[in-house]
């Protein structure tokens, strides 16, 4: 929520063309899938900050249309091309029916808050999608949760140490030497 609320903060503050501008340059990815339902696969934070500010539409770009697939096949898909991240703000497993039905359903994660900040501070590329996800996983297990709450300087700092050590090198979008 880190995230968000410094992008609604930015969003609220912009005069009407430029606030246009802004939604036309980052349009939300979605993967349509069967019976016509449209799945985000990124831009998560720019649509629970637009919810937060009270704005209801945004634009979208459709990256997949898998409308034609059976919900197996099409879950089969999702997990394969890896346009799913299908694991809770705690990391753990949920299936496709688990997943917030909308974004103001969406919990907080202060793992993936501390990811997008070591990706902001040049800890890792984004290759993908949910890429930030996987890194949040990555720092679950090595960075106390107290210390991203009550000091997000001191544990960014430690996440990307951590991002550029051997340890790391295997993650998507890896610094790491």
């Known amino acids: 929520m880190i995230e968000v609320e410094a992008k609604a903060k930015k969003l609220a503050k912009k005069e009407h063309d430029d606030y ?25 934070h720019l649509a629970r900050a637009l919810e937060m500010i009270g704005k209801s539409k945004a ?9 034609d697939l059976s919900s197996a096949d099409f879950w089969k898909r999702m997990i394969d091309e890896h346009d ?15 997943l917030p039905r909308s974004v103001a359903d ?3 994660d202060p793992y993936r808050s501390l990811a997008g900040e070591v990706e902001d501070e040049g800890g890792f590329q984004k290759t993908g999608y949910f890429v930030e996800f996987v890194w949040a996983q990555f720092f679950r297990t090595r960075i106390d949760r107290d210390l991203i709450e009550h000091h997000f300087k001191k544990a ?11 340890e790391a090198a295997s993650l998507p979008g890896s610094a790491a030497n």
């Open 20 to 44: 246009q501008k802004y939604l036309k340059k980052h349009p939300i990815p979605v993967i349509v899938g069967n019976a016509g339902q449209f799945y985000m696969v990124d831009h998560h």
């Open 59 to 67: 634009l979208i770009e459709i990256v997949q249309n898998w409308n």
């Open 84 to 98: 799913v991240y299908l694991y809770d703000e705690t990391g753990a497993p949920r299936s496709p029916s688990e």
């Open 106 to 108: 969406l919990a907080d």
């Open 156 to 166: 960014v700092k430690a996440a990307l140490e951590l991002a550029r050590s051997p």
